[in-house]
Structure formats: structure tokens, C-alpha cells
């Protein structure tokens, strides 16, 4: 067996931590058995997707349908994909990883195991959104919010940083979910931006603050909606998401997303991305490319109302546009160090 190696115990860790919080906040779904490695053809390929079946299967059948080529998905969340992909190193069957956010795949980039990508790939996506050494890149973008019950909250009275919900007004009134990536990746910006102590001192702080523990974002909101909490720090577009479920328009909905301003780290855009494990596969490369194609693209703005990647696409109704928003500056090659943030959320109570 190969050795797990430092960054795959981190990630190893993180998926413990997150078993019940999978790839997008549904249950994830075991891809084919099959043992079938990508061929140097380039007429099939093995797809490593830590975003899950119902959200990403349709995009594959398309470019199945357009190009010929067999995708062989394996679906799973997204640390624990990551901690497999680590284990397997060179004998991996993947040909191409599909990460939820850009801490894992900053975890297999720095073990060497993906392939640096040709710069007309590169060149389409913002630097801040791809690999410093260009070994993967986002492919779509979600930003972190505070959705709020327009009904029970004020306006007036948000917080205009995520460091002030630790205070005694917000008490009680406000839900996490300590256990999803999306949340553990804002942590880890956190301790980015202000440090291990500053992070570890506010996780204390909104334990002591008696916060509304839930599994994961899409509960969040949805009982945002319902008047269970009043308000709760998800990602952008479980809003869109419960608006098509619930079959009304997104502001016919008792809530919105606030975005904490002037660059907030509550603010974090972080990126769903990918990268190419076996570059001797040619169908890896078209299958990343038809993620940031047209057709791709146009996908995941209108099925998962996030952020294209490329120019030419419009930002979620109601949202700012990509170019507008006033995130952090975080470099996301930074968000790769899941292990201590993993522990300092435990320290503070919030593992279970």
C-alpha cells in the first residue's frame, strides 16, 4: 500500500469531519465498479467528481452526446476523493479530478499528481481563480454569504463583517454547518487573512454564541426560508436552489443573501475546479475544456445559478457581477491546509 503522506492525512481528516456533508450538500452516489483506466486514445476517460450526480451527470451526458467519448464518473465527496487520489498516486484509474472547492485541489496539486495545463486554458479563467502554478483552475464560482429571513431581520440590522456575529445580539440566531467544506474552506481563509489565532478566537466566540448547528447549507436555508433560524452562512446559490424546488421565483422567497462588503473574508469566492491527472489522455483535456466552454459554462449559470468562469455570461439574479464583487484577496493556493483547520473547529466544539 503507498504511504499516506501529510497532506493526505489532512485530507484524510477532513473527510471524517465532513462524512455527513457531501460534494454539494446531497448524498453522494457510487459511480461504476468497473476498474476501466482512461486510454491514451482519447475516446474515453475516468472523471473523479466530488460535485454530485444530479448536479454534474447532466453535463456529462452532454459532451458524451456531442463528442463520442465515454465518460466513466466515479462520484464521491470531495475531500475523500482527494484523500483516494493521494493513496493511489501514479496508479490512480483518474484521468481528471472535479473538486468542490479549490483546498482540494490545492491538496493533489502539491503532491505533484496533476498535469500543468496549456496556457489557452489557462488564459480564459481570472488568475485569482486558478492554480499559481497552473496546474488546475475553477471552472465555476460561489461565493459565501449571510442568507437572512427578510421577514424576521432587518436590513439594517446585518452585520457588515462575519467576525461581528460572535456578538451578543446575534445570539442564538444564526446557523452553521461546521462540518461542509464550504464552511471549512471560509475557516480556513480566515486563518489566511488573520491568522490561526484570530480564527481560532472567533470559532470559540460563535460556539460560545450558541450558534443553530445543521449538516449542511441547503438545510441552512431552507429553514432560513421556513422562520426555523433567522439567518445563516451558506453559499450563494442554495437560495436559487430552493427557489426552483420550491417551483416560485428566487424573490418571491421571504429570504436573501447579504454579502458582507469591503472585501470581507466572509465574502470569500471560492471556485468548484478541475485538473488533469493523466495528461497522455486526450479526452481529460477536452472534457476540462468543455467545462469552461460555452456550452459549459451556460450550465452551470443557469442549472446552478453560480459564477461563470470566461466573459460574456451574467451574474445570479439579484447578485452582483464577477467583476463587481468586493471579495477578499485571498490567493485560493492558500486554502490547502485542511488538517489545522480542522482542529481548531473541533477545539471549539463543533465537530459533533
Known amino acids: 500500500m503507498i504511504r499516506m503522506t501529510r497532506a493526505a492525512a489532512a485530507v484524510a481528516a477532513a473527510s471524517a469531519l465532513v462524512l455527513t456533508a457531501c460534494g454539494d450538500d446531497q448524498d453522494t452516489t457510487g459511480g461504476n465498479d468497473g476498474d476501466a483506466a482512461g486510454g491514451a486514445e482519447g475516446d474515453s476517460l475516468v472523471l473523479y467528481s466530488g460535485r ?69 486554458v489557462l488564459e480564459q479563467v481570472p488568475e485569482i481563480y486558478r492554480d499559481d502554478a497552473d496546474t488546475w483552475v475553477g471552472v465555476s464560482g460561489r461565493l459565501r454569504t449571510l442568507i437572512y429571513n427578510t421577514d424576521m431581520v432587518d436590513e439594517s440590522d446585518l452585520p457588515e463583517t462575519v467576525e461581528e456575529l460572535t456578538g451578543p445580539e446575534y445570539e442564538g440566531r444564526v446557523a452553521i454547518a461546521p462540518t ?40 441552512i436555508v431552507s429553514d432560513v426560508i421556513d422562520g426555523a433560524v433567522e439567518m445563516g452562512l451558506v453559499n450563494h446559490y442554495y437560495l436559487y436552489a430552493q427557489a426552483e424546488e420550491r417551483g416560485v421565483d428566487v424573490d418571491e422567497l421571504p429570504a436573501a443573501n447579504h454579502l458582507f462588503p469591503d472585501g470581507n473574508v466572509g465574502a470569500l469566492m471560492n471556485v468548484a475546479g478541475a485538473g488533469i491527472l493523466n495528461p497522455d489522455n486526450d479526452a481529460a483535456a477536452q472534457l476540462l475544456e468543455y467545462f469552461l466552454s460555452q456550452e459549459g459554462q451556460q450550465y452551470f449559470v443557469e442549472e446552478t445559478a453560480e459564477y461563470a468562469m470566461i ?32 482542529q481548531l473547529i473541533t477545539e471549539a466544539g463543533m465537530a459533533g
Open 52 to 120: 454530485n450526480e444530479e448536479l454534474i451527470q447532466p453535463l456529462v451526458d452532454q459532451f458524451e452526446e456531442e463528442t463520442g467519448i465515454e465518460v466513466d464518473v466515479r462520484f464521491g465527496d470531495t475531500a475523500e476523493l482527494a484523500a483516494q487520489l493521494l493513496e493511489e498516486g501514479e496508479a490512480s484509474p483518474a484521468d481528471l479530478f472535479l473538486a468542490q472547492d479549490a483546498g482540494a485541489l490545492g491538496a493533489v496539486a502539491q503532491e505533484g499528481l496533476f498535469a500543468e495545463l496549456d496556457q489557452d
Open 311 to 342: 466573459d460574456g455570461f451574467d451574474a445570479p439574479e439579484g447578485m452582483p457581477a464577477l467583476d463587481d464583487l468586493d471579495v477578499p484577496d485571498i490567493d485560493l493556493n492558500q486554502l490547502d491546509d485542511l488538517e489545522s483547520t480542522i
Open 180 to 219: 461542509n467544506a464550504s464552511f471549512q474552506s471560509f475557516v480556513t481563509a480566515l486563518r489566511v487573512t488573520e491568522g490561526d489565532d484570530a480564527a481560532k478566537d472567533w470559532l470559540e466566540q460563535m460556539a460560545d454564541n450558541d450558534p443553530q448547528y445543521r449538516e449542511k447549507n441547503g438545510v
